[in-house]
């Protein structure tokens, strides 16, 4: 079965140092999304592409915080510079038109 | 904005005991979606309502959509210890893209 693939699974950086995760989503999943999850929380949005455009971007930090997915395929989130309260889980999902969203399995992110 | 607010925030139950959670927004949704998730893992589909009034069942989880569109419950039968996790319920915004939100979990724990 398809899934969502993200990497690394694990990061660990020093606040003000440049972190970036990869997701690759489904097979013809125009859609893709990055969602923040703090312990304890349930998954916020940070943006939505369709294809190669961002839909919805309204709650990403822009001032730290970019995404791109150039050939509307796989997507990068960056976070420069990073800072201690940016620790979280972060997930990406993808899906087709009129179906339910899949969920990768997130990259824990750890800033000391 | 939206928002969905689930109970009981946690439970501790014994083997073999049937679990029941809920979800209410305070406003209208058109889909009601619960997800799993366990530790270190991205939430995984459990059960997708899309009807007012819909019952659907998976294996030994059963979900009912509220006729009022503003909530939902989710039951597990006979539970087992790999029941253990963050049960996630959410809803599409449909002035947003379809993003979606979801509501803050309830952590689950089995005693064999």
């Known amino acids: 079965e398809a899934e969502v693939a993200q990497s690394p699974r694990y990061k660990i950086t020093e606040k003000s140092q440049a972190v970036a995760f990869w997701c690759d989503p489904i097979s013809g999943h125009a859609t893709l999304y990055w969602y923040r999850q703090i312990l304890g929380q349930g998954p916020e949005l940070l943006v939505q592409?369709?294809?190669?455009?961002?839909?919805?971007d309204s709650q990403l930090p822009k001032d730290r915080f970019s995404a791109e997915r150039l050939k509307g395929v796989d997507s990068t989130l960056k976070i420069q510079p990073a800072e201690l309260g940016d620790s979280a889980m972060y997930l990406c999902?993808?899906?087709?038109?009129?179906?339910?969203?899949?969920f990768g399995p997130g990259t824990r992110l750890l800033v000391l | 904005g939206q928002q969905l607010n689930q109970s009981p925030q946690s439970m501790f139950i014994q083997e073999g005991e049937d679990v029941s959670m809920n979800c209410t927004s305070s406003?209208?949704?058109?889909?009601w979606l619960w997800y799993k998730q366990e530790p270190g893992e991205g939430p995984v589909l459990l059960i997708a309502?899309?009807?007012?009034?819909e019952l659907t069942s998976n294996g030994r989880l059963t979900a009912q959509f509220g006729i009022t569109r503003k909530d939902s419950f989710l039951n597990i039968s006979a539970s087992i210890p790999s029941d253990v996790g963050i049960y996630f319920c959410a809803g599409p915004n449909n002035n947003a893209g379809n993003m979606l939100t979801f509501g803050g979990g309830t952590r689950l724990m089995v005693k064999p």
């Open positions: 592409f369709q294809d190669e455009s961002v839909v919805d």
């Open positions: 406003s209208i949704f058109n889909t």
């Open positions: 999902a993808s899906k087709k038109a009129r179906e339910t969203q899949y």
């Open positions: 309502l899309y009807k007012a009034g």
